[in-house]
């Protein structure tokens, strides 16, 4: 079993930038498929971005395609979502999580699928 830290959040103006970490411990971090998902007051938990063990496939929302950037270091057993030009819309609690898989190249967006999930670290963006 993996047990995922986040870090990294805090308060940011709008276009600004902040880099999020998901430490994990436990388990080596390549042995799973990785995503972050935020959630907003009020609002359910969406997906963000997504990598495959092998980092060689990723996948973002719409939403933060072409800002948002996700990857992973096995040497830190670590997951980073790098976030630029950030807008108050950003404002959310963000996760990040794991997925058991035999796959090297799989990855999801479905939160369901995911198997272990960290406690979340908060971004609030300041217009």
């Known amino acids: 079993q993996v047990q995922l830290v986040e870090s990294g959040g805090g308060l940011v103006q709008a276009g600004g930038s902040l880099r999020l970490s998901c430490a994990a411990s436990?388990?080596?971090?390549?042995?799973?498929?990785m995503g972050w998902f935020r959630q907003a007051p009020g609002k359910e938990r969406e997906f963000v971005a997504a990598?495959?063990?092998?980092?060689?496939?990723?996948y973002y929302s719409d939403s933060v395609k072409g800002r948002f950037t996700i990857s992973r270091d096995s040497a830190k057993n670590t997951v980073y979502l790098q976030m630029n030009s950030l807008t108050p819309v950003d404002t959310a609690v963000y996760y990040c999580?794991?997925?058991?898989?035999?796959?090297?190249?799989?990855?999801?967006?479905?939160?369901?699928?995911?198997?272990?999930w960290g406690q979340g670290t908060q971004v609030t963006v300041s217009s």
């Open positions: 436990g388990r080596l971090i390549s042995t799973y498929a």
């Open positions: 990598t495959s063990r092998s980092g060689g496939s990723t």
């Open positions: 999580a794991g997925k058991n898989t035999y796959s090297s190249e799989y990855y999801t967006t479905r939160a369901r699928e995911y198997d272990y």
